[in-house]
């Protein structure tokens, strides 16, 4: 995880996500717009959208605990982040003509093979 940080920009290495400072000490989230942030909720903000955007840390408590700290900096809850950082992903997605979030157009068909030694008696799946 590593935020690129100049006097004006603020960059993740993971996402496309940025921050940009628009005053002397204002900042704007690309995934949260509608606020105006210091540059450390801007740093923070950052932070969170790599963490959620970590497919490793779904299940890790203590990543789970970090995002909610870093949403707390931002004064908002971590479930408003993770949807608003969704609905970037989703955004994105359409861009490119589809989203993430679009089930499969297709199921591929199944496989039914008998366990071996059972012969056709026996069909798990």
């Not at 940009?20 to 949260?32: A, C, F, K, M, Y």
């Not at 789970?64 to 969704?86: F, P, Y």
């Amino acid at each position: 995880m590593t935020i690129h940080s100049t006097d004006d920009m603020l960059r993740s290495d993971r996402t496309p996500e940025f921050a940009q400072r628009i005053g002397p000490d204002t900042w704007r989230l690309s995934w949260l717009p509608e606020f105006t942030v210091t540059r450390a909720q801007a740093l923070a903000g950052m932070e969170l959208d790599e963490l959620v955007s970590d497919p490793a840390a779904a299940h890790d408590r203590l990543a789970h605990a970090e995002i909610s700290a870093r949403a707390d900096v931002l004064g908002i809850i971590w479930q408003q982040a993770l949807i608003k950082l969704a609905k970037r992903v989703d955004e994105r997605g359409r861009d490119t003509g589809g989203s993430v979030h679009d089930p499969p157009t297709a199921l591929a068909p199944l496989r039914r093979q008998p366990l071996s030694g059972h012969g056709d008696r026996a069909y798990y799946g």
